[in-house]
Nanobody, 124 residues
Framework: QVQLVESGGGLVQAGGSLRLSCAAS????????MGWFRQAPGKEREFVAG????????YYADSVKGRFTISRDNAKNTVYLQMNSLKPGDTAVYCC?????????????????WGQGTQVTVSS
């Protein structure tokens, strides 16, 4: 049973930073892709960033490129999302997801396991 638990959300002013964490358990994630997605009220879930657990290859949505950084700590089985220069448009529930495949994809339906999510609110 794969479990993903997010933490680190909160309220921050525009221009500020937050770091989200996703603690993974239940499997060996060496051949998994981990992704961060977000969903704002009234909007569809959208891809934010992804990382290959082995090798650390990353991919970002254009809207966050240069501001967000995804990384992983193999020893802690944890994936991080460092978010800098936050904007009110980044306000959403952020979820991490796991995909037992080798390719990073942006489609939510391609990810098999999901966490409960953590709220990020950016005030102007």
């Amino acid at each position: 049973q794969v479990q993903l638990v997010e933490s680190g959300g909160g309220l921050v002013q525009a221009g500020g930073s937050l770091r989200l964490s996703c603690a993974a358990s239940g499997r060996t994630f060496s051949f998994y892709v981990m992704g961060w997605f977000r969903q704002a009220p009234g909007k569809e879930r959208e891809f934010v960033a992804g990382i290959k657990w082995t090798g650390g290859v990353t991919y970002y949505a254009d809207s966050v490129k240069g501001r967000f950084t995804i990384s992983r700590d193999n020893a802690k089985n944890t994936v991080y999302l460092q978010m800098n220069s936050l904007k009110p448009g980044d306000t959403a529930v952020y979820c991490c997801a796991a995909r037992p495949r080798v390719l990073i994809v942006t489609t939510p339906g391609a990810y098999e396991y999901w966490g409960q999510g953590t709220q990020v609110t950016v005030s102007s």
